[in-house]
């Protein structure tokens, strides 16, 4: 770890080194979506729950382009890091969790007491970890200098050109800043087809495709490094095309309206996070995965409070009538679960119709 810690435990995956920011989930299942997700690109992932494995990994579903059980089509994380790993099978299980990591060139680390780093992170805040296997400590002190919110993880992660599948006559645009397919799945699932454009796509190539909607995906890394995006999504909220923004959306639409977004200690990691409509005083379960958020008196001028987290008054959620826009700071696709939160597609799709 950055600050001297050194845990020794057994290593399974990939032979190699990795750094990343140490960051921790509290998700008891659906190590296949957290692994292949990108907004972790950059990080490396511990998990709290003890046993990690304990149903292998499936072989992947792929409808049009689009994945049903994993979240990308790598995986993203750049170590994993679990208490115990299991060799665990289900009958739709193509591999084991040490198989999959080994193919997919990511290096892992069990026997490591998860509740003692958890606990490191929590008080001292994220920072940066070295996973080795053979190297001693003072080999990798190098590997410290590659500071995570000054690197532009996006551009890994965001298609080089569009990606286009067809599910109806109507466009709904994604800005593909390292979208999850549970939103494409959800998407597809309202009957318009997906258009991915690339993150830094300008204003009138992405109203080149005449969007009846346009969405602002999740995606790693510092969203204030995004200046030249924030400007292109100031320029799109002119348009009375309906607007959905989730995670490093939302806190992008915060920043095209004037506001900077703050780094957190240790952030929001879990499928079991609640969050509460303002609007109406009823709260949900849904998953998360964010390391920088807008504070409750920083909500910019313009949007109106949704959803607020109650654990640290953290904003979940703004809309904004004057843009036709919603936004949401954690995933309404909740892929692995919950899925209390799915309604927010729906309201999506009235925004669609309303305007149309």
């Avoid at 998700?27 to 692994?35: D, K």
């Avoid at 645009?173 to 799945?185: A, C, E, N, S």
């Avoid at 830094?200 to 510092?222: C, L, T, W």
Wanted: contains cysteine.
């Amino acid at each position: 770890m950055e600050d001297g810690t050194v845990l020794e435990g057994s290593g399974f995956g990939a032979d190699k080194t990795a750094s990343g920011e140490v960051v921790f989930t509290t998700a008891m299942n659906g190590y296949p979506e957290s692994l292949t997700d990108p907004s972790y690109k950059g990080q490396i992932l511990v998990i709290t729950h003890p046993l990690v494995g304990n149903y292998g990994v499936p072989k992947k579903n792929l409808i049009k382009g689009i994945l049903s059980n994993f979240e990308s089509e790598h995986v993203r994380v750049e170590g994993l890091v679990v208490s115990e790993l299991t060799e665990g099978s289900k009958w739709n299980s193509e591999n084991t969790l040490d198989e999959w990591l080994a193919r997919e060139g990511i290096p892992g680390v069990s026997g490591i007491d998860t509740r003692e780093l958890t606990m490191k992170v929590r008080e001292h805040g994220v920072m940066a970890g070295v996973l080795s296997s053979g190297t001693g400590p003072k080999e990798l002190k190098s590997c410290f200098k590659k500071k995570y919110g000054s690197t532009h993880f996006v551009e890994l992660v965001s298609p080089k050109k569009p990606v286009i599948h067809e599910f109806g006559r109507k466009n709904i645009v994604v800005v593909d800043f390292g979208v999850k397919h549970g939103i494409l799945q959800h998407i597809a699932q309202l009957r318009y087809s997906v258009v991915r454009v690339p993150y830094d796509y300008p204003e009138r190539k992405i109203m080149a495709f005449d969007p009846v909607g346009i969405v602002y995906s999740n995606g790693p890394g510092n969203p204030n490094l995004l200046t030249e995006e924030a400007k292109t999504f100031r320029k799109i909220m002119e348009y009375k095309i309906p607007k959905l923004a989730v995670c490093l959306g939302h806190q992008l639409a915060a920043i095209a309206l004037g506001k900077e977004v703050a780094k957190m200690k240790f952030g929001h990691r879990a499928i079991n996070k609640a969050v509460v409509d303002v609007t109406t005083h009823r709260s949900y379960i849904t998953t998360h995965n964010h390391g920088y958020a807008i504070e409750r008196e920083n909500i910019p001028e313009g949007a109106r409070l949704w959803f607020l987290s109650p654990d640290d008054n953290v904003v979940e959620g703004m809309t904004s009538k004057e843009y036709n826009l919603i936004t949401t700071q954690f995933h309404p696709e909740a892929r692995p679960g919950s899925n209390d939160a799915n309604f927010i597609f729906k309201v999506f799709e009235r925004m669609i119709k309303d305007a149309t």
